[in-house]
């Protein structure tokens, strides 16, 4: 019954977003999504559930107590490329994470200078030091090839993950 | 029994001992040995060799390097890039971290949020001095007659402006980059009256009356640098076209001025006549010489044609019929108006 008068309500706003000029910035207006669970999480009945700095604070204390994990200028107002930052941050952090196995115990911090790519995070101690050197090699050389862009890994590592837990819940 | 003694030669007490333990099948000895010594638990987990042999795992792992750095040291030379925090090169007890009252924020070793910050620890400021030194050959010395703001405007009078856009891209282009602006002064140009007049009507809304400046902005072409010549071009044009005096020009008359002009209304004229009747000279100038009369040598003159030029360009109100008044007052000699209360 419904559906004809939506479908009438719904049309001329796709014909006026499509015939409008694409401005820089446009104003986000949706609400989070999941805004009351995403990002926290749940008390454990043993109190044994471990987090670091970042599971310990949630979104909202973004720039309050934490800091972002990705650093551009493409997130300012009026920044060029904001999509293909967004995607290239994503590979990013999924290659980081599937290349380095169960060694990463941090959240992967990409800072972008010019052209310049730097990747920072915290790396377990589990694989020997010349494996650890093949790995950073490795990454940075396939990511600056996809990216062609200057590709830099600054890792610390630690024992184990016990090193970054901050608190248990 | 023999056996024994013969491999614990060296007769040390602790082997006396075990000899001693070995050989407790009666109570008598068996009360001094208790006494000596308890027996040895039976480790079943064994729980010490497991730690030991971690311990030895990780032996080959490094000190920290900033343990060993003398306090005298290059800090250029330990950190000469940017780079993100690494607590073992940096030999500062740094924490960063939000906990509750009482406790102590995280420290440096683990901790994600030093990492995430971005530091200056690159550009600390004697790494700063020494970098100004070495890009201090090529520098040239600022000239010494601009040394102020007034002497920099009156030699270099045109301004452009242009923005650089610094970001973190693989291109360094940025759409932005290619406006230019271009100011001048209006006072700067040579313009008489008239050039002046059509010079402003060319440029329409580019003068701001407050500042005196004329402001030349440009953003269609592509690059930068064909905006610029775009811009000179406009500035170029407009001044030469403002001298240039068009036929259509001329016909110009009295009724068709956007503003009012003492020296060319009959107020003048009545003025001039004034002024030589009252003195009682002889009149025989043409209407040219009026036009050129100068005010400043009747008194109070400059005064009147101000407030009349004030009364007719800005329209009657209460101030410029007032200056008007005081102004008719003085030049005819008049007693000033008495405020009746």
């Known amino acids: 019954m419904n559906t004809p008068t939506i479908l009438k309500l719904v049309q001329p706003l796709n014909i006026l977003s499509k015939c409008s000029p694409v401005f820089a910035s446009q104003f986000h207006t949706s609400s989070a999504l999941c805004r009351v669970v995403s990002g926290k999480y749940r008390i454990t009945k043993k109190r044994d559930r471990p987090l670091t700095y970042e599971m310990a604070n949630p979104p909202h204390y973004i720039a309050h107590r934490k800091s972002w994990n990705s650093w551009n200028t493409s997130s300012l107002k009026d920044g ?7 995607v290239e941050d994503e590979f990013i952090r999924r290659f980081i994470n599937g290349t380095w196995h169960g060694l990463v115990c941090s959240e992967v911090i990409i800072k972008r200078q010019f052209n310049h790519i730097r990747i920072a995070a915290i790396i377990r101690r589990a694989v020997s030091p010349t494996k650890m050197y093949f790995l950073i090699g490795y990454t940075e050389e396939l990511l600056s090839t996809w990216i062609q862009c200057p590709v830099t890994l600054e890792l610390q590592t630690v024992d184990s993950y016990k090193d970054v837990v901050f608190k248990y819940i | 029994m023999s056996l024994f003694i013969r491999k614990y030669k060296p007769g040390v007490v602790y082997n006396t001992q075990i000899l001693w333990r070995l050989n407790s099948t009666t109570a008598e000895t068996q009360k001094q040995g208790e006494e000596e010594e308890e027996f040895r638990v039976l480790d079943i987990l064994q729980k010490k060799t497991r730690i030991q042999k971690k311990a030895a795992r990780r032996a080959d792992i490094q000190p920290d390097r900033s343990e060993k750095m003398p306090t005298d040291q290059n800090w250029g030379n330990v950190w000469p890039g940017p780079r993100s925090f690494h607590p073992s090169s940096v030999p500062l007890p740094i924490r960063q971290g939000y906990v509750p009252k009482g406790q102590a924020p ?30 201090k050959p090529f520098c040239t010395e600022w000239p010494k007659l601009l040394n102020s703001e007034e002497a920099i405007e009156k030699h270099y009078p045109v301004e452009v402006i242009t923005s650089d856009y610094c970001h973190a891209s693989p291109t360094i282009r940025n759409p932005l980059a290619r406006i230019v602006t271009m100011r001048v002064k209006l006072s700067d140009l040579k313009l008489d009256s008239r050039a002046r007049d059509k010079f402003l009507r060319l ?6 009356e407050k500042t005196d400046l004329v402001t030349f902005t440009a953003d269609r072409c592509p690059v930068r640098k064909q905006n610029l010549d775009y811009v000179n071009y406009l500035l170029t044009a407009c001044y030469h076209e403002s001298w240039t005096v068009e036929d259509w020009e001329k016909e110009k008359c009295l009724e068709d ?8 209304h009959p107020s003048k004229k009545n003025l001039v006549n004034w002024f030589f009747m009252s003195n009682n000279k002889e009149n025989n100038l043409s209407d040219d010489e009026i036009k ?9 003159g400059v005064e009147y044609k101000n407030a009349v030029s004030e009364l007719f360009n800005e329209g009657e109100n209460v101030t410029t019929l007032k200056n008007y008044d005081t102004a008719v007052r003085k030049l005819l000699g008049l007693p000033e108006k008495k405020v009746v209360d």
């Open chain 2, 257 to 264: 001025m956007e503003y009012y002009d003492f020296d060319m």
């Open chain 2, 106 to 135: 995280p420290g440096k070793k683990a901790n994600a949020e030093l990492m995430k910050i971005p530091n200056f620890l690159h550009l600390t400021p004697p790494v700063i001095k020494t970098q100004c030194e070495a890009i």
């Open chain 2, 203 to 208: 440029v329409g809304d580019k003068y701001d």
């Open chain 1, 80 to 86: 060029l490329r904001k999509s293909e930052t967004a």
């Open chain 2, 292 to 300: 050129s009369f100068d005010t400043s040598s009747i008194p109070n």
